[in-house]
């Protein structure tokens, strides 16, 4: 027998870091990967939605057969730490000397709204437009992408700029209406989605001209607005925003989790986090999560620079380890021991792998200071 193929759509859908402008692509194709798509944390609501719809008996695959973005913070107390496990649902674990042990979760909860399209098709796997437009369609749609890209210009050098202009997305608009043969229903359906794409970039320009200012004076929340210059929101909700640990009896509780829509960082309280190091280890390592994310839907077309080198087996092939070596470069730290408690990995990487974030975060424009 001839040797079977790789089949790349099933690679992407396995892979936690895909962006959702691919899903949605693989959706339109690939109804038997559907239930894969389905638990895939980067199948936003108006995905899943049209999976719904089309495929109606698609049922998400079972949380332990799926790969979830994030890896398994081990507990230490000075015993050998397991190594860290790729692809399932991140807990941030702090061991406190001879205390009772207390483990914080962190999970990444990455929703995308999107408003994507299938060339060709009548119907798109995405949001509805917004009001009919009027006039040529053609015209209509050009004066759309003008205003996009002036709003999204504001954005330049923002680390979080593809998640919030998503203009992969909008590419996909400009794809659609420039393909042959295109209808005027279709043109005008188009000029709609890319009115709605205009107007809620501007809701996001205008929420976070509101935010600048760190508004409860906290450390953690000083350091997002410095992140994204408020385009990051910022809560204090972990308790209710947050997947609940699993191991819950155990003592744990989730410390921490990102959002895309909207796009925020959800957080436990300051005052049960480990000490003004701890919370910004905490954070710093959260919001490398999103600058992950972006650095993904900026290539969507191909594999991120994070990606490569964590598929290279740098950060000991683990996003939850590059996310910690972020953290402790830019606070110049060596440890992950804060007032008698380890939090992470254990892995605390060298001068090689910091270099290498330093040159990953001047490409994402992700701070350091």
């Known amino acids: 027998m001839g040797e079977q193929m790789p089949d790349a759509d099933l690679a992407a859908v ?30 936003y609501p108006a ?7 089309v495929n109606p008996v698609a049922r998400p695959m079972p949380a332990d057969s799926y790969p979830a973005p994030a890896g398994s913070y081990p507990i230490s107390t000075g015993a050998p730490l397991p190594p860290p496990r790729r692809s399932r649902v991140g807990c941030f674990l702090i061991g406190c000397g ?55 210009a504001q954005l330049d050098g923002n680390p979080v700029a593809p998640l919030v202009t998503r203009t ?77 640990s699993q191991n819950a009896d155990e003592g744990r509780f989730t410390a921490g989790c990102v959002s895309e829509d909207p796009l925020a960082v959800h957080l436990a309280p300051e005052d049960q986090l480990p000490g003004d190091m701890g919370m910004r280890v905490v954070v710093l390592h959260e919001l490398t999560h999103l600058y992950q994310r972006a650095d993904s839907d900026a290539h969507p077309d191909g594999v991120s620079r994070a990606t490569q080198l964590v598929d290279q087996g740098y950060f000991q092939g ?12 830019y606070l110049d730290q060596w440890t992950l021991t804060f007032e008698n408690r380890t939090m992470g990995y254990g892995y605390v990487c060298g001068e090689e792998e910091r270099g290498l974030i330093r040159q990953w975060a001047a490409e994402v424009n992700a701070p350091l200071p």
């Not at 959702?20 to 199948?43: F, K, M, N, Y």
């Not at 683990?318 to 470069?329: F, G, H, N, P, R």
Request: proline share 6%; glycine share 8%; aromatic share 6%.
């Open 14 to 43: 396995q892979n936690p870091y895909t962006p959702p402008a691919q899903l949605a692509d693989i959706a339109a194709r690939r109804s038997d990967l559907h239930p894969l798509l389905l638990s895939h944390p980067g199948c």
């Open 47 to 53: 995905l899943r939605g049209w999976i719904s719809q």
């Open 98 to 152: 001879g205390m009772a042990l207390v483990a914080l979760v962190v999970v990444g909860v990455f929703v995308a709204g999107a408003v994507l399209s299938t060339p060709g098709g009548d119907s798109d796997p995405g949001p509805d437009a917004g009001a009919p437009v009027t006039g040529d369609p053609a015209s209509a749609f050009e004066a759309e992408r003008t205003r996009f890209y002036d709003l999204a």
């Open 168 to 244: 992969a997305e909008f590419e996909r608009l400009e794809k659609s209406m420039a393909a042959p043969g295109i209808t005027d229903e279709r043109a005008a359906q188009l000029a709609q989605s890319a009115q709605t794409a205009r107007e809620e970039l501007e809701q996001r320009i205008a929420d976070a001209q509101a935010r600048r200012t760190n508004a409860s004076g906290s450390v953690t929340e000083g350091i997002v607005d410095e992140a994204g210059a408020g385009f990051i929101d910022i809560a204090w909700d972990a308790a209710t925003a947050c997947a609940t």
């Open 318 to 329: 683990s996003s939850e380890s590059m996310a910690d070596c972020y953290a402790l470069t």
